[in-house]
């Protein structure tokens, strides 16, 4: 079971630190990922975090402002935002999944297990 939170709502230029904790002391062996449904918009792909050698993969929209990282003492990935935009204002989902590991099959593919979203709000 996974569980987003840490969204809230802040200003342009702002920053925000969503996590994304599981129950499963395996959830190391999993990939992670990061997407984002805005209104009317259909989901995004956001970040990832490939469970076989940790690499990371951002949208190019995010390059540079965000940053997602991985604690596995406590089972939680993170996603740092900083130089937060209106734009990035969205319903922000993680997901796992054992079996991606590339940048394309975890941009791309479909992710096993998903949490809850967590809003964001960005006001300009």
């Known amino acids: 079971q996974l569980q987003a939170f840490g969204g809230g709502s802040v200003q342009a230029g702002g920053s925000l630190r969503l996590s994304c904790a599981a129950s499963?002391?395996?959830?190391?062996?999993?990939?992670v990922g990061w997407f984002r449904q805005a209104p009317g918009n259909e989901r995004e792909f956001v970040a990832a975090?490939?469970?076989?050698?940790?690499?990371?993969y951002y949208a190019d929209s995010v390059k540079g402002r965000f940053t997602i990282s991985r604690d596995k003492a406590k089972n939680t990935v993170y996603l740092q935002m900083n130089s937060l935009e209106p734009e990035d204002t969205a319903v922000y989902y993680c997901?796992?999944?054992?079996?991606?590991?590339?940048?394309?099959?975890?941009?791309?593919?479909?992710?096993?297990?998903w949490g809850q979203g967590t809003l964001v709000t960005v006001s300009s």
């Open positions: 499963a002391r395996t959830f190391s062996m999993y990939s």
């Open positions: 975090i490939s469970r076989s050698d940790g690499s990371t």
């Open positions: 997901a796992a999944d054992r079996t991606w590991t590339s940048s394309y099959t975890l941009r791309n593919e479909h992710y096993d297990y």
